[in-house]
């Protein structure tokens, strides 16, 4: 018998694969070491952005999600040509968050890609600070969106727990959890009845990767870094986002030269996916911060 949940699910991924004509290109370049990394390429706007994913990034990296992405990606593809771009698979403990930085580079010269508008999300903070750092002539502008690039105490034991019911692989509370601290209104509802499939379909791959990301986001500083950040920098999330607090990221904010600071109202961590302004607060950047068209 077929659940209500799982046609669902099949209605939606149709639907998706309907609209899935924005996605451009999707492949993968091999590193030097001989690991992998999945990108995506979807839109046709002027200016380059390149996206760099939080820590759903480990429970389905761009070769899965193809056509899935669209409904996160959609409004950005109206305005940017989109690189969203992976970590590298396989993800081991010891790749540095250093070394992820290296790969988005990498990726960016093998496909030719150019200097651009990096928008890292949530816990891809570091990463894109550190791209900014170590490849400044790649790096056009950085928004650091509902992002850290240090843990206070409130999200420091956040994603201890987080780590800690993964560890047992308790994946519903997990879920459970994040759906409510993460999601406002209507996503939020709209995800609840899928919290059980969702943790069914990710208890059945490893949970190594997800544990790397949240263990190198408890040890992860780059408050001395910050300053020396050159590129235009915005930073931006909402107001009731209690993963990263509103107080946090404006302390982030204080801390880079050339940066520019928005905190929208009634919205949670989930703020660029739920806010329809928030694609325009970032082609009103790019446009203000002369981000370079595509040639």
């Not at 706007?45 to 939080?54: A, I, K, Q, T």
Request: proline residues 6%; negative net charge.
């Amino acid at each position: 018998m077929t659940s209500d949940i799982q046609i669902k699910v099949k209605e939606y991924d149709g639907e998706l694969q309907r609209r899935s004509s924005v996605v451009r290109k999707h492949g993968y370049v091999t590193t030097r070491d001989g690991a992998q990394i999945h990108y995506i390429i979807v839109g046709q706007g002027s200016r380059p952005l390149v996206f760099l994913p939080g820590a759903g990034d480990a429970l389905a990296t761009a070769d899965r999600l193809s056509h899935r992405l669209v409904w996160w990606l959609e409004s950005r593809a109206e305005h940017f040509s989109v690189l969203y771009v992976s970590r590298r698979s396989p993800l081991s403990p010891d790749t540095t968050p250093q070394q992820q930085a290296e790969d988005v580079a990498f990726v960016m010269r093998e496909l030719g890609w150019p200097p651009s508008l990096v928008e890292a999300q949530s816990a891809a903070g570091p990463i894109g600070v550190l791209l900014a750092l170590q490849h400044p002539e790649l790096v056009a502008g950085l928004v650091l969106s509902s992002s850290a690039v240090w843990l206070d105490n409130d999200a420091y034991e956040q994603c201890s727990r987080w780590l800690d019911l993964l560890e047992q692989n308790r994946w519903e509370d997990f879920f459970s959890e994040a759906t409510e601290l993460f999601w406002q209104g209507e996503i939020a509802a709209m995800l609840k009845p899928f919290q059980r499939l969702l943790a069914k379909i990710a208890s059945e791959r490893p949970s190594q990767r997800i544990c790397t990301i949240l263990s190198q986001l408890l040890c992860v500083d780059l408050r001395e870094e910050l300053p020396n950040v050159k590129v235009p920098t915005l930073v931006t999330g909402g107001a009731l986002d209690r993963v990263f607090q509103p107080s946090l990221q404006e302390e982030m904010a204080e801390r880079i030269p050339d940066a520019t600071v928005v905190i929208q109202d009634g919205y949670g961590h989930g703020n660029d996916l739920e806010n329809p302004s928030h694609v325009s607060l970032l082609v009103a950047f790019a446009r203000l911060k002369k981000i370079p068209v595509m040639q």
